[in-house]
Nanobody
Framework: QVQLVESGGGLVQAGGSLRLSCAAS????????MGWLRQAPGKEREFVVA???????YIADSVKGRFIISRDNAKSTVALQMNSLKPEDTAVYYCAADSLPGRLTPLTKAYDYWGQGTQVTVSA
């Protein structure tokens, strides 16, 4: 059974930082893109950032220069360092994996495996 489990969400003031982690189990994703997507109340789920198997990244303009994604294939983990957080970053953040090896895409529908989500709240 494939599982993606996120951790690290919470409440932070604007300008602060948080680090999210995601641990994968049940299969290896060492050749697959891993990503973070988010969903704010009343809004559609949106792409945030993704990292390919060899370290290539795709970053949404809204978080460019503030969010950094990394992965450790040996540990089957992916992390998201979020800096200079803004109230508009408030959302449930989901770890996700693309089932197609080698593809790097911001398309939400490409991600087939999802975690349960972790809440990030940024206060003004």
């Amino acid at each position: 059974q494939v599982q993606l489990v996120e951790s690290g969400g919470g409440l932070v003031q604007a300008g602060g930082s948080l680090r999210l982690s995601c641990a994968a189990s049940g299969r290896t994703f060492s050749t697959n893109t891993m990503g973070w997507l988010r969903q704010a109340p009343g809004k559609e789920r949106e792409f945030v950032v993704a990292i390919s198997w060899n370290g290539g990244t795709y970053i949404a303009d809204s978080v460019k220069g503030r969010f950094i994604i990394s992965r450790d294939n040996a540990k089957s983990t992916v992390a998201l360092q979020m800096n200079s957080l803004k109230p508009e970053d408030t959302a449930v953040y989901y770890c996700a994996a693309d089932s197609l090896p080698g593809r790097l895409t911001p398309l939400t529908k490409a991600y087939d495996y999802w975690g349960q989500g972790t809440q990030v709240t940024v206060s003004a």
